[in-house]
Every structure is written in C-alpha cells, then in structure tokens.
C-alpha cells in the first residue's frame, strides 16, 4: 500500500469518476459531497483513521461522490489488486478495511429493514422517508460557502456518561474528534471488526448491545444513529431504533440527553454540542 498527500482543496476523486481505490485517512480531513443542481452538498468531513471509497472497489461502480481535502492530508491508497493480494498473503492488515466493511454492511442491512417496515406499514413506520433521503435536514446546511441565516455548523461535541453509569463506560468523558464514535457493550473476547471507541460493561440483563449505537457528523452537525440494536436508543426523549422506524435523530446545540436501552436505562450521556 502507497501513501500520497494531497494539499488543501485538492480533489482526491470526483463524483462518476471511474476508480477502483479505496483510501484510509493517516493525516488531515477529507470533505465528502455531491452534486446539488450544480451546487456541492457537503455529506460528512473526515478525519485520520477514516476509510472511504472503499465502495468502488467492490461493486466497480463510478464514485457516487465527490472527495477533497479540506486541509493537508496524508492518505493510505489501496487498489482492487493489492486488496486480493493482501487478503491472501496478510489479511491482518486488511482489518480496518475489513472493520469499515462490516459496518457498512450492517447500516445498509439495518436501512433494509427500515424500508421494509415502512413498506408495510408497521406501527410508525411509514412516517419514513426512503432510505436514501438524508437523515434529516437542518437549516444551516448550505451549499458551497457552508454560510446561511442559521449561522455556521457546529463543531465541537463532548460525551459525558451520568453518574448513574459513569464507573462502567470506558471513556466516562471523552471530546469527540473522529467520527463515527462507535458505542457499545464490552466483549469478553477480541474484537477484530468494529473496535468501539466507548465500550460498556454491562451484565444480564442487557440493556446495551454490542453494537449498539454511533455518533456521526454531516454537514448540518452532528446525530445520533442506532445500528441495529435490540432495545434501540433515545435522543431527548425521541426514541430510534428498527422498532420505531427511524434510525438516526439529530444532536442539538447546547445540551443533549442520549439514552441506550429502554427511557428508564441507567446508561445515560450527556452529549455537549457547540
């Protein structure tokens, strides 16, 4: 695997290009977009031990999205071939590539499921958008100068466990700087694919699943999305979760009230937004 750098503005591939690598951010930020009726929209922005592209390389499609650095950056370039290769001959270290797989495979799976209840009909469902609509829209998305009437994102976040579960999350307190931020239950064994960031002890009967919720940045700022959990989660006071229909709800500025588990779970965080 090579590295290249890439300097401030310059774009690493553009929305139908036809590319087959896939690359791990070692160093700066990297903007995600797509075309808007000539516009770019802003998707996500991200940070050191991200992957991305790394779709083209399995279903050889052209990019369904524009990627530029937004700051110096130093990335890991792997193409289709060294990917076989390395698969035989060391697949160890294949495993980030192999983490962000898995964990693209389980939203998409997660998104199915969704779309299938909302199809159907089932409880509140079918207040769904399509699973390919954005999350949610915020008034302070923009276009190509991230300016608007609402004023820029945010761009801080803190997650802080309450004290009814802080002696059992690793990290109690954490500044958040890379997304996604995986939270889930501790395993008691190794875990290869989709190492949490916040790991929590939590014995029968379980409230927190393995893997069981992420916090993730867009353009608008910051939400909340649960990955299939059983319980599901709760984000001031709105509940998400394949039961409800709705996977994701968006983080606030100011104070945030995330819960994982039923609304009367002791696994509560404080999620600071600013």
């Known amino acids: 695997m090579k590295r290249e750098k ?3 503005g310059q774009i690493i591939f553009r929305e139908g290009d036809h590319s087959t690598d896939a690359y791990r951010i070692l160093a700066g930020k990297i903007a995600i977009s797509i075309d808007n009726q000539g516009q770019p929209f802003r998707l996500a922005e991200l940070g050191p031990d991200t992957i991305f592209g790394e779709m083209a390389m399995i279903d050889d499609k052209p990019r369904s999205a524009t990627a530029r ?13 060294e990917f076989n290769r390395q698969l035989l001959e060391d697949p160890k ?6 983490s962000c797989f898995f964990e693209r495979l389980r ?19 079918t207040e769904v958008p399509a ?3 954005p999350p949610f829209s915020r008034p302070w998305i923009s276009t190509g100068t991230e300016e608007t009437e609402a004023g820029p994102p945010p761009t801080q976040l803190r997650l802080v466990a309450e004290p009814s579960c802080a002696s059992m999350v690793n990290p109690p307190e954490i500044e958040v700087t890379k997304f996604p931020l995986l ?9 290869l694919f989709g190492k949490l960031h916040v790991s929590i002890r939590n014995d029968k ?13 867009e353009a608008a700022g910051f939400f909340v999305r649960d990955r299939g959990s059983t319980l599901g989660s709760w984000v001031n006071e709105i509940p998400i979760g394949l039961d409800v229909g709705s996977a994701a709800a968006p983080l606030e500025r100011g104070e945030n009230l995330l819960i994982l588990g039923r609304e009367d779970s002791p696994f509560r965080f404080k999620i600071m937004v600013s």
Do not use: W
Request: aromatic letters at 4%; hydrophobic letters at 40%; charged letters at 25%.
């Open 6 to 8: 890439f300097l401030q």
């Open 69 to 81: 650095a937004t700051e110096d950056a130093e990335l890991e370039v792997i193409t289709a071939d």
């Open 93 to 98: 270290t294949l495993l980030p590539y192999l």
């Open 107 to 125: 939203e998409a799976n997660n998104r199915l499921r969704l779309e299938v209840r909302r199809r159907m009909g089932a409880g509140r469902a």
């Open 131 to 133: 699973v390919d609509a």
């Open 183 to 191: 939270l889930g239950r501790q395993s008691t064994g190794a875990e």
């Open 205 to 217: 009967p379980y409230q927190v699943s393995r893997h069981h919720a992420a916090i993730e940045q």
